[in-house]
């Protein structure tokens, strides 16, 4: 057996092993863990395909929390049922096309991610016309722009009040189902020719054009690629926590991902991936921080909403004064490192 | 058979002229040395000829198509492959994916085509591993292929990037200082390789280099800028006699006769 052949097995055999843990957890865990394994697949999905165009291709952009708003906001609108959303839209009622459609949760989701890509797309061509800072500036902007038109455009989105009762479709199968897909394609990509145009293009974008690469036209399939994902992303988040309003699709999301991939070390796809299960799962251990507090029943400290995100930038802080290039730093797992880990050992023995 | 044809090109940034008036014909197969004293626009003239910098002024008619306003991508498929004088190589990859880098511009295969595994693509693939493969050899780079490009030898990056240039399939092959930094032994092989490729290839070689004693041996023609304007043109024969030429590279008669 090559070891190509016996690291293709074992990716098989742990894409198995995780839906029997699924399984499990389906069958005997409780509500509370259930959402946070959904969190975690989400978060997944959210890091790695942010990775693709802030890691992978070096665009340093900062607009995730854009397309996760179009992908919930669209899809939610999409599997309300006429009636409910009548309901909800009490300042301004739901205009018309929108306020009779309700459709059923896949083709949903898929519009939601189309819709993120297509606006990822004709964004793509202003915002790449800057690079560096700039673009992390448009992007940013951009951002912004989205979160106030969802705030404003009361008849769509119905403003503030954002949108309640959608129906909870989001179960585990549908988040790692997405997870998985998102790390398959984005995995093939990054390791085909196209991967290495991008790679090419963030070491150096001279060189690349030097040699017959298209710089702003892979720029722009990153990006959309991106947004596609984190629509769909946005579509399923929607449909877990199933009330959204603007509030939720702030810097604050955009900010969190961009932990994520830094502390995984941006370009690396599995470090992608470990990072976002610490988040997900490291951000609900660390409620107990945002409760009151009694230590040792001499000191009582109120709970401080937002603890958590001070002890995030405080990691923040760390890996980057001792570990810049985060976990991975660009280096991915392979089973072939784990081989060789465990070889050492043995021969160390 | 004139594979280029350069019309008074010039490149002014803000009030200072880089190239004032820049003719050049190359005909198909020639190796043309762009010669002159530091600063004279050589290397601006390379990177108005390959997209990098729009000309203020003047004409560049490559194969029969304009080039000028097109972009360095654009170019390069067109035909003009180029290295640098100050090298630009993708240094966390391979010299074999440094290589492979360059079929990229001309991949049939869609974005998609990979992902599914689909049979075209994987075909494009496996002949771009073996063509690069096969420049590498040619370079003499076979041993290090899976080498980081960023950690060989200051003489096997300039012919890292010639492979590369190579890999685009360019009828025109633009060189900048090649020899640059290299030993004697290193220039010899060096001239050898360029006469080589540009047979085996149905190469046009122009090139830009200060050592004198390469350019002189490589050269069938040889052009020279001086503060941004043509001063020579002819064999290289001819411009060792050069009055000019001489005053630019050695200053008045004082310290022409060293």
Same mark, same amino acid.
């Given at each position: 057996?090559?070891?190509?052949?016996?690291?293709?097995?074992?990716?098989?055999?742990?894409? %198995?092993?995780?839906?029997?843990?699924?399984?499990?957890?389906?069958?005997?865990?409780?509500?509370?863990?259930?959402?946070?394994?959904?969190?975690?697949?989400?978060?997944?999905?959210?890091?790695?395909?942010?990775?693709?165009?802030?890691?992978?291709?070096?665009?340093?952009?900062?607009?995730? @929390?854009?397309?996760?708003?179009? *992908?919930?906001?669209?899809?939610?609108?999409?599997?309300?049922?006429?009636?409910? +959303?009548?309901?909800?839209?009490?300042?301004?009622?739901? $205009?018309?096309?929108?306020?009779?459609?309700?459709?059923?949760?896949?083709?949903?989701?898929?519009? *939601?991610?189309?819709?993120?890509?297509?606006?990822?797309?004709?964004?793509?061509?202003?915002?790449?016309?800057?690079?560096?800072?700039?673009?992390?500036?448009?992007?940013?902007?951009?951002?912004?722009?989205?979160?106030?038109?969802? @705030? @404003?455009?009361?008849?769509?989105?119905?403003?503030?009040?954002?949108?309640?009762? $959608?129906?909870?479709?989001?179960?585990?199968?549908?988040?790692?189902?997405?997870?998985?897909?998102?790390?398959?394609?984005? @995995?093939?990509?990054?390791?085909?020719?196209?991967?290495?145009?991008? +790679?090419?293009?963030?070491?150096?974008?001279?060189?690349?054009?030097?040699?017959?690469?298209?710089?702003?036209?892979? +720029?722009? %399939?990153?990006?959309?690629?991106?947004?596609?994902?984190?629509?769909?992303?946005?579509?399923?988040?929607?449909?877990?926590?199933?009330?959204?309003?603007?509030?939720?699709?702030?810097?604050?999301?955009?900010?969190?991902?961009? $932990?994520?991939?830094?502390?995984?070390?941006?370009?690396?796809?599995?470090?992608?991936?470990?990072?976002?299960?610490?988040?997900?799962?490291?951000?609900?251990?660390?409620?107990?921080?945002?409760?009151?507090?009694?230590?040792?029943?001499?000191?009582?400290?109120?709970?401080?909403?937002?603890?958590?995100?001070?002890?995030?930038?405080? $990691?923040?802080?760390?890996?980057?004064?001792?570990?810049?290039?985060?976990?991975?730093?660009?280096?991915?797992?392979?089973?072939?490192?784990?081989?060789?880990?465990?070889?050492?050992?043995?021969?160390?023995? | 058979?004139?594979?280029?044809?350069?019309?008074?090109?010039?490149?002014?940034?803000?009030?200072?002229?880089?190239?004032?008036?820049?003719?050049?014909?190359?005909?198909?197969?020639? /190796?043309?040395?762009?010669?002159?004293?530091?600063?004279?626009?050589?290397? !601006?003239?390379?990177?108005?000829?390959?997209?990098?910098?729009?000309?203020?002024?003047?004409?560049?008619?490559?194969?029969?198509?304009?080039?000028?306003?097109?972009?360095?991508?654009?170019?390069?498929?067109?035909?003009?492959?180029?290295?640098?004088?100050?090298?630009?190589?993708?240094?966390?990859?391979?010299?074999?994916?440094?290589?492979?880098?360059?079929?990229?511009?001309?991949?049939?295969?869609?974005?998609? &085509?990979?992902?599914?595994?689909?049979?075209?693509?994987?075909?494009?693939?496996?002949?771009?591993?073996?063509?690069?493969?096969? /420049?590498?050899?040619?370079?003499?780079?076979?041993?290090?292929?899976?080498?980081?490009?960023?950690?060989?030898?200051?003489?096997?990056?300039?012919?890292?990037?010639?492979?590369?240039?190579?890999? !685009?399939?360019?009828?025109?092959?633009?060189?900048?200082?090649?020899?640059?930094?290299?030993?004697?032994?290193?220039?010899?092989?060096?001239?050898?390789?360029?006469?080589?490729?540009?047979?085996?290839?149905?190469?046009?070689?122009?090139?830009?280099?200060?050592?004198?004693?390469?350019?002189?041996?490589?050269?069938?023609?040889?052009?020279?800028?001086?503060?941004?304007?043509?001063? &020579?043109?002819?064999?290289?024969?001819?411009?060792?006699?050069?009055?000019?030429?001489?005053?630019?590279?050695?200053?008045?008669?004082?310290?022409?006769?060293?």
């Amino acid at each position: 057996m090559t070891p190509k052949t016996r690291d293709r097995w074992l990716t098989y055999l742990s894409v %198995l092993a995780l839906l029997g843990i699924l399984l499990l957890a389906q069958e005997y865990a409780d509500e509370y863990q259930v959402r946070i394994l959904n969190m975690v697949a989400i978060y997944i999905t959210l890091a790695v395909s942010y990775n693709l165009i802030n890691g992978v291709t070096g665009q340093f952009s900062l607009e995730p @929390n854009a397309f996760v708003a179009l *992908g919930a906001y669209t899809a939610s609108l999409l599997t309300l049922t006429a009636s409910e +959303k009548e309901m909800s839209f009490i300042i301004d009622p739901c $205009i018309w096309p929108l306020s009779v459609i309700s459709i059923p949760f896949l083709p949903a989701v898929i519009i *939601g991610g189309l819709i993120a890509a297509f606006f990822g797309f004709l964004m793509g061509f202003p915002v790449f016309r800057v690079r560096g800072d700039y673009l992390a500036i448009v992007t940013l902007g951009f951002g912004e722009v989205i979160r106030v038109v969802a @705030n @404003n455009l009361q008849s769509v989105t119905n403003g503030p009040l954002g949108l309640k009762g $959608i129906a909870p479709y989001t179960n585990l199968w549908w988040s790692w189902g997405l997870a998985l897909i998102t790390l398959f394609v984005i @995995n093939r990509l990054v390791k085909s020719s196209y991967g290495r145009a991008l +790679k090419a293009i963030r070491q150096n974008e001279l060189a690349a054009e030097s040699m017959g690469i298209n710089a702003f036209r892979h +720029k722009l %399939l990153a990006f959309t690629l991106s947004a596609f994902f984190e629509g769909m992303a946005g579509a399923l988040l929607a449909h877990l926590i199933t009330t959204i309003s603007p509030m939720l699709f702030t810097f604050f999301l955009t900010f969190n991902l961009l $932990i994520i991939i830094t502390i995984g070390g941006l370009g690396s796809i599995t470090g992608s991936v470990l990072a976002a299960i610490a988040f997900a799962w490291g951000s609900e251990l660390l409620r107990a921080v945002e409760e009151p507090m009694n230590i040792l029943g001499l000191l009582t400290i109120p709970g401080i909403p937002g603890m958590r995100m001070v002890i995030f930038s405080i $990691i923040l802080i760390v890996v980057m004064l001792f570990a810049r290039q985060g976990f991975m730093g660009r280096r991915e797992f392979t089973w072939q490192w784990l081989f060789d880990r465990m070889h050492i050992k043995e021969s160390g023995l | 058979m004139s594979l280029l044809k350069v019309k008074c090109l010039t490149m002014r940034f803000g009030g200072l002229s880089a190239v004032t008036d820049f003719n050049l014909n190359l005909d198909k197969g020639e /190796l043309v040395g762009l010669i002159g004293p530091n600063g004279a626009g050589k290397t !601006t003239t390379f990177n108005m000829l390959t997209g990098r910098l729009k000309p203020t002024e003047g004409s560049m008619v490559f194969g029969g198509s304009d080039i000028g306003g097109k972009k360095p991508s654009q170019i390069n498929r067109l035909g003009i492959g180029r290295t640098f004088q100050s090298i630009h190589l993708l240094t966390e990859m391979s010299a074999l994916e440094n290589v492979m880098m360059s079929f990229h511009g001309r991949l049939k295969s869609p974005f998609w &085509a990979p992902i599914l595994g689909l049979p075209g693509y994987r075909r494009e693939e496996r002949a771009m591993l073996k063509e690069s493969y096969d /420049l590498l050899e040619r370079v003499g780079l076979k041993d290090l292929t899976q080498t980081e490009a960023g950690s060989l030898a200051y003489g096997q990056q300039r012919r890292l990037e010639i492979a590369r240039a190579l890999g !685009t399939h360019p009828k025109l092959l633009l060189l900048d200082e090649p020899a640059a930094g290299m030993n004697p032994r290193e220039t010899n092989a060096l001239m050898e390789l360029i006469l080589v490729i540009r047979r085996d290839f149905d190469l046009t070689v122009l090139l830009i280099e200060h050592d004198m004693k390469f350019v002189m041996g490589l050269c069938e023609r040889l052009v020279v800028l001086d503060n941004g304007a043509t001063i &020579a043109q002819g064999l290289p024969a001819e411009i060792q006699q050069n009055k000019k030429v001489i005053t630019a590279y050695l200053g008045e008669r004082r310290s022409a006769g060293r």
